[in-house]
């Protein structure tokens, strides 16, 4: 039995043949339709989070099955103070897959230990969020027809973005990969996940504090939230908040084939009027999340 | 300075200097009934100086501990006067329940009866990092 709590559980070729069921999900719908009847999916939101909840529930309900479960922690008896550990030791006896989402770090591991059924990781604090690294994945291999020779920029909170360092440790297993780390100093990727994922693969990489100078050079454009309580101060908030917000002038500067990605939701960093723009795909992104996730669904419950 | 060779008991030497302390505490050797000697600042061919614990008893020692605080240990257990068995500690891959992890955000620090499990993720640097959050230790 397979859970999927971090993106690099999967391997690359794991990965690519979910992108090619995917794929295939999309050009032919209606052969899914009754893959997953009589099974159910249990949601369980320790902490709300209604775009990810609802994608589940979609993609199990194109499946055929049926979803059951809980959107707060309020809602449930883990307010009462019942453990992760026993929540899951019940609800594995009711459903035959679990997609949870728990403010803690490593609250899924926890759950992995003891369920009987799949568990898969809708997000664990800030820590990993494997199924939005799927949807990027998917989105990209979509736009571009590859993952591999492209020049990606992440731009906004490199520090605290999980979606992006997720994104760096799975892009970084595919070949000719270059990525341009745009923040500022404050919101710098950690040294630890450069170490890890970026430096000890020799790949090639720059970082600046300039979308502008950057934006030009990029094939994927993965735009994140600069948020007013990372910085130490308000100066330094209102000097450096619209140096990231991405704008129909900025774009002039970039490649006609650029993808613009955004693991939504978005306050203002990318500009309304950027949406009509065809190499706006952030929508689009969210519109595939549903059909990764029936991909992975279908893969963890063993069904051909 | 003199200190009597052990008949029954454990020798633990080559302890990096000023880590004996440490280790005196973790092991809990302030509860043993038997006579335990710390040497400190001990002149060391291989390590310049270096800290030595002996404890005049056999008693059942956590490794992955030693090895932690002060990888290249070595430790001998002495049976009648004879060093019968001399292990060579290294950074163990895995430690459960002598490092807590420091992170609020860390289901450890909520859910009840769980391990706090942390494992080496680089052998250069010594870095062990928490099974659940990815939060490296400190020493
Ligand atoms: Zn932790």
Known sequence: MRNLIDILDLSVDEINALIAVANDII??????????????????????ST???LSFEAAMMELGGNVLGFS?????????????????????????????????EGAPIVA???????IINAGDGGHHHPTQTLTDLLTISRVKGRLNDLTIGVCGDLKFGRTVHSLIAAMSRYEGIRFVLISPEE??????VKETHIKAKGISYQQTESLDEAIGMLDILYMTRVQRERFFNEEDYIRLKDSYILTPE???QAKEDLCILHPLPRVNEISTAVDSDSRACYFEQARYGKFIRM????KLLEVE | ????????????????????????????????????????????????????????????????????????????IVKDGKVEDKKHIELPEELTDILVCKNPRCITSTEQEIHHVFRLTDRKTGVYRCLYCDTAATK
Not at chain 2, 45 to 67: P, Q
């Open chain 1, 27 to 48: 050009a032919h719908p209606e052969m899914y339709r009754e893959k997953c009847r009589y099974k159910k999916l249990a949601t369980l939101f320790f902490e709300p």
């Open chain 1, 72 to 104: 707060e922690a309020s809602s449930s008896s883990s307010s009462k103070g019942e453990s992760v550990a026993d929540t899951i030791a019940v609800v594995s006896g009711y459903a035959d897959i679990i997609a949870m989402r728990h403010p803690k």
């Open chain 1, 112 to 118: 992995a230990a003891k369920s009987s059924v799949p």
């Open chain 1, 295 to 298: 991909a992975l669904i279908l």
């Open chain 1, 250 to 252: 900025k774009l002039v």
């Open chain 2, 1 to 76: 300075m003199h200190v009597d060779e052990i008949k029954n008991g454990i020798v633990i030497d080559h302890i990096v200097p000023g880590k004996a302390k440490q280790i005196y505490e973790m092991l809990g050797l302030g509860r043993l009934n038997s006579p335990v000697a710390v040497l400190m600042n001990v002149p060391s061919s291989k390590m310049g100086r270096k800290d030595i614990i002996k404890i005049d008893e056999n008693i059942e020692i956590d490794l992955d501990v030693l090895g932690y605080i002060s990888p290249h240990i070595t430790v001998d």
């Open chain 1, 187 to 192: 919101l710098k990727l950690p040294r630890y």
């Open chain 1, 51 to 53: 775009r990810t909840r």
